[in-house]
């Protein structure tokens, strides 16, 4: 087992890279804030069904950010995020609409459910040792499970739904607003923002150095204290609250859900296509990812109901934007595996060194 | 599946392996014997209950048929193939095709799906899975899903979702001690057994089966001993995909031919080869009648629940309990 | 008094005995060599002693409490700790990062960390590779990480394993004079699996000889190597294995 | 090496880039200039034209064109000096929030009113986006009731609801097996699990035991993954049913009928409700002679009015492919907003809407009169019709008003 391939280069080259600052943090806060105010006239710059559309991307980010939390930072591969987005979805549109909580709170219990589904799922599921594909299995079989119990359970209205009752003019309380009001956009940046802001705040904590170490190598971590089990179990914890707020969300701007719409697998699946296709386990992946995966299914729209000439077969077909995402997707994992902020990052980095 | 520990201890066969095999088969023949009587109690009728196993039992069959390739490709490449169902469909369509242009027996399309599937599977192995980019878990997973994707929405995309149905010629129905069967679903049924044997036989007792059994126990070995491992890969892959297309020609009479059919059989088809263990073309056989009775009871069980919770319910109870399948060993 | 102590400890794989009933008893501040041909269950041991493996039977007391099959992490925590045969970085991270993830639990504030981090990782000879992925350091660099993730664990008793296999002679000896310096600074206990005789006789005082899960045989170096069973358990096998690799 | 790599993946992105900005132009330049003023008067249409509806959404889209054509051919409307109608679609992709976005971007595009959307949970979403906007929406077809328990002004709908088609179901079975002589005492029920099979299967049940018969076996089923339906249909035979009731979409519908044709239940009639196969041409050549004599109660076009029939000609020259009630129905409800602009007399929507439910039109699907909206936006004349598949074809057959042949009360096998 002796490593025989012996490499006598002593560890004496020129000095590596400087030290990092010793809050990397704060350069991506200044980042995050220069984005969020950037952000902030959009919605009173693009037409209205642009609007909604940046509304659409801002849910696509804090599903996204969720996702990486766990699946990448944690390294624990997701395939049932809709589980949590569509815990958040439900139960602030149960409690909103059965008993008329207001949608905030709805919001904070739909976190705490979904987080406490994460931790009793993975519970199980890192009690029983599941990795890679079976735990992505695992997480897959929970979402549907959940999708097929509330299809079939009068309780929270089977297969209907909710639909949020309408109330006459605006309210930050009952966050509702009326159609193509810019306080939606503004309200889902402040959601976003805080969910990077969370990423941002767990990847540097002790916690998240602990969790991306046990992600890196589980034994090793452990074997110089790292609390294996707690973290993964706060790390998905942390990774359902912040999905559950993109559902809560959801339902308050559509106004509208069903099992399908919450729990269905395309919601998973949006939610790791959106991560990997802006990097996984990197802070900027998870927005850059939303804002090409969320504008993508407009762009295509437009493409399709007005094709260019020598697209003109195409017209009234659908299914390319699914299509161009797939090849985005293929194309991104083989060809630039860390995603395209990731990838882009990284030859910043190695050219910053030379 | 145990944690990656650098034991230097070298694993070895329990002698007891056959009997052990047994010994759950029996467990798992009790455990059904149970259902059924209590599915017996709780519906009252026992030619409904009958009617159930017997069309569990055939559908079991289709799902079996469906999740051999799937359980050769996971068993040797470790891949978890999200694109199997969306290469049904694929092959479903082209069986559908084939069927209206020439009017050939459905069955007779086999000609034609096997061999193109065994293509499309060689190709995406080559194109996409194999080397660098392939390489880990993660990125196999996302590129089948992104292939799965990519399927069935260009099948959408430029056939469209009309529903397609092919009807067998000369469809009869048989009585099997008062169950109705019909003559598609049995011989889709006998289909899944065969192709069972073949693809048992081929592993067992050709060059090519060692070969495969050589690498999907020990690849580094396999290619210490000259057995050049891609190739066995690719060839993997591509029988893997072709068993997709003898599912699609035999099942095209049943089914409604739809882009999105492979979703309904995707997850059912993980659930029985993770049942029947990784790698294990009889397991999935047995894996896919397990599961086909499940879904029959759980419509008997719960009334208004859809028949696949029961299934997701018997997934995640094996993939805790026993993650490398009813008959397969912990590697 | 004996700070690890080991008794009746069994340890199965599918039929194979990989530890049976090995007895073992290590006291406070000896240095503790542990030989045996490649397959003897050492490394199983040391995942027996660390929590990453339950036994079977039999117990493990640490410090005086019994630690039978508790965590890895918690075990750690009270300050025994292990380095890895075949090096296991944290690929993500740097050096400096991997070393103040061990630190991690008995310091607060960043700046703190980073300052233990940067004793150990100069104790070990790593300062200008600090600020560099750890996967890019080569063999004997990440020897040495492994080695300083383990000293920021601050161990009371510290268990490596083939910590020199893949040095070159010269870059042993910094690494055999750290390790005696550890044991008489830090007060530290060694527990260390090797192959490399010669350091195994400089440095032990009391070596444990293993064959086939077994312990073969126990006591000083000299008395262990006139022992006609060692001896016999290593001409099985090849000469003093890696003597000189 | 790597920016090659970036050009490879971003090559599908630009080409996306170029062809978003020149398609999204058009849309955001006509912005808030029609509708108001003098330019063609607006109306929206949202169906699914893409995804796994986008037979039926085509249908209705083109459905929808053929209504606004003829209305620019007699004149426009009237009581604004003949100004033209436009249709302004958009495609909902069978998704509830591409649906709701869609109509957003129809309305500020200055849509004085919107039709669709096929699906329930599309029009759900549809029909908060026009109450808000306050811009009438008239559902062509739309299954579920549940959106008419919210008291929106703005929402109308021309087919009958679910409850009514089941109720009426109920009624016609009633009837037809009495003048049969062979009055259907217990009735067999399967249904799709989600809200329009249980829907349909609810108000079916509580209509029939009104009329004396009695409901069981109520079977549900998951029709995304049902792929044989042998089991259900012997319960069925075991519980000795007269009748089996259907509430299921096509594939699913298809299915349990090639599973009756196996087990052969001693029932006197399979009667679909609502049924998404029953009554579609589609299913005579999939199903052959197995679906022979099949009874369905649905809205439907209404194959005894000429207007229909020539409609539905001029769609099948037009198209080449026979039109379906859908269609029929959102041509119905392009002619009811654009009886609101000609009754109001202008395009502020507010002033449309009230122009819909004050106005009458005569309608080409089936009905018992003139589309008129009650106070709930539910058209009050709204009626179903039993079909039933005879010789290959499918027909009209109750009420006798409605028929096009008399029922044939018994089973093929």
Same mark, same amino acid.
């Given at each position: ?354 | ?43 009252? +009728? ?5 009617? +159930? ?130 003559? +598609? ?147 | 008094?004996? @700070?690890?102590?080991?008794?009746? %400890? ?49 117990? @493990? ?5 019994? %630690? ?140 444990? @000889? ?13 008395? @262990? ?21 | ?157 021309v087919q009958p609801?679910?409850?009514k088609i089941s109720e009426s179901a109920a009624e016609y079975l009633?009837q037809v ?39 069981? $076996? ?46 052969? $239940? ?5 009667w679909g409700v609502s049924n998404?196969?029953y009554d579609q ?13 099949y009874f369905s109660t649905n809205y439907h076009f209404d194959a005894q009015n000429?207007?229909t ?16 009630t859908?269609?029929v129905l959102?041509?119905d ?30 309608p080409l699907t089936v009905g018992d009169g ?9 058209n009050?004349n709204s009626a179903a019709v039993l079909m039933q598949i005879q010789?290959?074809?499918v027909k009209q057959v109750y009420p006798p008003e409605k028929a096009e042949s008399d029922p ?6």
């Amino acid at each position: 087992m002796t490593d025989t391939a012996v490499e006598s280069r002593p560890p004496t080259r020129p000095a590596g890279p400087a030290a990092p600052p010793l809050r990397p943090q704060n350069r991506q806060f200044a980042v995050l804030a220069v984005l969020v105010l950037l952000a902030v006239p959009l919605p009173l710059i693009l037409p209205p069904a642009q609007g909604a559309v940046a509304v659409r991307i801002l849910i696509f980010l804090i599903m996204a950010v969720g996702w990486n939390i766990m699946s990448g930072f944690g390294g624990m591969f997701s395939f049932g995020h809709a589980a949590y987005f569509g815990l958040g979805a439900y139960t602030s549109a149960y409690l909103l609409v059965e008993h008329g909580v207001s949608p905030w709170v709805g919001m904070a219990a739909g976190m705490v459910v979904a987080a406490a589904v994460a931790m009793v799922i993975g519970y199980f599921s890192f009690r029983y040792d599941l990795k890679g594909a079976y735990f992505a299995l695992a997480t897959f079989a929970f979402a549907e499970m959940l999708r097929l119990i509330t299809t079939s359970s009068d309780a929270v209205n089977g297969a209907v739904g909710y639909q949020v009752p309408l109330i006459q003019g605006s309210s930050v309380g009952q966050l509702q607003f009326p159609a193509g009001s810019p306080a939606y956009f503004w309200i889902a940046l402040v959601l976003a923002g805080g969910a990077v802001a969370l990423s941002i705040l767990f990847r540097h904590s002790a916690a998240g150095r602990y969790v991306v170490a046990i992600r890196d190598d589980e034994l090793a971590a452990a074997s110089v204290g790292a609390p294996v089990m707690r973290h993964k179990l706060l790390t998905v914890a942390l990774s359902g609250a912040i999905t559950a707020v993109a559902g809560a969300f959801y339902t308050q701007y559509y106004l509208f859900i069903d099992p399908q719409l919450a729990f269905g697998s395309s919601v998973s699946i949006e939610a790791i296509v959106t991560a990997v296709i802006g990097g996984i386990g990197t802070i900027w992946g998870p927005v850059v990812g939303a804002v090409i995966v969320g504008s993508l299914s407009d762009v295509t729209a437009t493409l399709l109901a007005t094709p260019p000439e020598f697209l003109s077969f195409l017209q009234g077909r659908s299914g390319l934007d699914v299509i161009l995402y797939a090849v985005m997707l293929i194309l991104i994992v083989r060809l630039m595996p860390k995603g395209i902020f990731g990838t882009l990052a990284e030859k910043v980095a190695e050219r910053r060194r030379r | 599946m145990t944690a990656t520990i650098d034991s230097d201890a070298p694993e070895t066969r329990a002698p007891s392996a056959t009997v052990a095999v047994l010994k759950r088969a029996g467990v798992v023949g009790a455990l059904v014997a149970v259902a059924i009587a209590v599915a017996l109690i709780q519906s009252g +009728s026992g030619i409904v209950v009958w009617q +159930s196993v017997v069309t569990g039992l055939l559908t079991g069959g289709l799902y079996g048929l469906i999740a051999m390739g799937l359980t050769l490709i996971f068993g040797v490449l470790d891949i978890v193939n999200f694109a199997h169902g969306a290469m049904l469909a694929v092959a479903m369509f082209l069986s559908f095709g084939v069927v209206a242009v020439t009017g050939l027996h459905p069955y007779l399309t086999m000609l034609v799906t096997v061999p193109a599937l065994f293509l499309v599977g060689a190709l995406v192995h080559r194109g996409l899975l194999s080397g660098a980019g392939g390489a880990t878990l993660e990125n196999q997973l996302l590129i089948t899903l992104g292939l799965s994707l990519l399927l069935e929405n260009g099948l959408l995309l430029f056939l469209g979702a009309e529903p397609k149905n092919v009807t067998l010629p000369g469809e009869t129905h048989l009585d099997v001690f008062g169950a109705v069967v019909s003559g +598609s679903r049995l011989y889709a049924f006998l289909g899944a057994v065969a192709l069972g044997l073949v693809l048992y036989w081929m592993l067992q007792h050709t060059r090519l089966g060692t070969a495969i059994r050589a690498v999907a126990s020990n690849s580094p070995g396999a290619e210490l001993v000259g057995i050049n491992v891609r190739r066995i890969h690719t060839l993997t892959f591509a029988i893997g995909a072709a068993c997709a297309g003898a599912a699609a020609a035999l099942a095209v009479p049943l089914l409604s031919v739809t882009p999105t059919l492979g979703e309904q059989f995707n997850i059912t088809a993980f659930v029985v080869v993770v049942l029947g263990g990784m790698g294990n073309v009889v397991g999935a056989l047995v894996g896919g009648l397990l599961i086909g009775l499940v879904e029959q009871l759980t419509t008997i069980y719960l009334d208004g629940q859809s028949s696949l919770l029961g299934v997701f319910v018997v997934f995640v109870l094996v993939l805790f309990l026993r993650p490398q399948g009813l008959f397969g060993r912990r590697t | 008094m004996s @700070v690890l102590e080991l008794s009746g %400890v069994d340890k199965k794989f599918r039929g194979l005995h990989a530890l049976s009933d090995v007895e073992m008893s290590v006291s406070e501040g000896e240095i503790v060599g542990v030989i045996g041909p490649n397959g003897a269950g050492k490394t199983t041991l040391f995942n027996v002693i660390c929590g990453a493996l339950k036994p079977d039977a039999g117990s @493990v007391h640490f410090d005086g409490s019994d %630690v039978t099959g508790r965590k890895p992490e918690k075990i750690a925590r009270r300050g025994m700790v292990r380095t890895f045969q075949l090096m296991r970085p944290f690929a993500s991270m740097t050096v400096a990062e991997n070393v103040s993830l061990a630190a991690q639990h008995h310091t607060r504030g960043p700046e703190r960390l980073r300052e233990r981090a940067m004793e150990v990782v100069e104790r070990v000879g790593l300062t200008e590779w600090a600020h560099r992925r750890a996967t890019e350091l080569p063999t004997a660099g990440l020897k040495r990480l492994e080695l300083a993730r383990a000293l920021a664990a601050r161990p009371r008793v510290l268990l490596l394993d083939e910590v020199l296999a893949g040095l070159l002679p010269a870059e042993r000896e910094p690494v055999l004079d750290l390790l005696a310096e550890l044991r008489q600074q830090d007060g530290t206990t060694l527990v260390f699996i090797e192959h490399i005789m010669a350091a195994v006789m400089r440095l032990s005082d009391r070596v444990l @000889v293993m064959d086939q899960g077994a312990v073969l045989a126990t006591g000083t170096p000299d008395e @262990v190597t006139a022992d006609p069973r060692v001896i016999d358990a290593y001409l099985g096998e090849e000469p003093t294995p890696h003597a000189d690799a | 090496m790597i920016v090659r790599r970036l050009i490879a993946v971003l090559g599908a992105g630009s080409l996306l880039a170029t062809a978003g900005c020149g398609g999204s132009a058009p849309s955001g330049a006509a912005g808030d200039a029609a509708g108001s003023g003098d330019g063609p008067v607006r109306i929206g249409a949202l169906h699914p034209v893409s995804g796994s509806m986008a037979v039926d959404g085509l249908q209705m889209r083109r459905g929808a064109q053929l209504a606004v054509e003829q209305i620019n051919d007699s004149g426009g409307i009237a009581s604004l000096g003949g100004r033209e109608v436009r249709l302004a679609t958009a495609d909902t992709q069978g998704k509830p929030e591409i649906g709701q976005s869609e109509a957003q971007r129809l309305i500020s595009d200055g849509a004085v009113g919107l039709i669709g959307t096929y699906q329930s949970s599309v029009s759900s979403n549809v029909a908060v986006v026009a109450e808000r906007n306050e811009v009438p929406f008239v559902m062509d077809v739309t299954a579920s009731d549940e959106i008419f328990q919210h008291g929106y002004r703005y929402s109308f709908r021309v087919q009958p609801g679910s409850a009514k088609i089941s109720e009426s179901a109920a009624e016609y079975l009633e009837q037809v097996s009495e003048q049969a002589g062979k009055p259907a005492e217990r009735v067999a029920v399967l249904h799709e699990h989600t809200d329009f099979g249980t829907g349909a299967a609810d108000a079916f049940e509580t209509a029939a035991e009104k009329l004396g018969m009695e409901v069981g $076996p109520r079977i549900s089923y998951d029709a995304t993954t049902a792929s044989d339906f042998t089991s259900q249909i012997t319960q069925v035979k075991a519980s000795g049913a007269d009748v089996l009731v259907v509430a299921g979409y096509y594939g699913d519908s298809l299915l349990i009928a090639q599973a009756v044709d196996a087990v052969k $239940p001693d029932l006197d009639a399979v009667w679909g409700v609502s049924n998404g196969a029953y009554d579609q041409p589609k299913f005579v050549s999939d199903a052959g002679e197995l679906g022979d004599r099949y009874f369905s109660t649905n809205y439907h076009f209404d194959a005894q009015n000429p207007e229909t029939r020539r409609l539905r000609e001029e769609y099948r020259q037009r198209f080449g492919a026979p039109m379906r009630t859908g269609a029929v129905l959102s041509y119905d409800a392009v002619q009811a907003i654009a009886a609101g602009v000609e009754e109001a007399g202008s395009t502020d929507p507010a002033a449309v809407r009230n122009g819909i439910a004050r106005a009458e039109i005569d309608p080409l699907t089936v009905g018992d009169g003139p589309v008129r909206f009650g106070p709930d936006g539910e058209n009050v004349n709204s009626a179903a019709v039993l079909m039933q598949i005879q010789n290959g074809r499918v027909k009209q057959v109750y009420p006798p008003e409605k028929a096009e042949s008399d029922p044939d009360y018994s089973v093929a096998w």
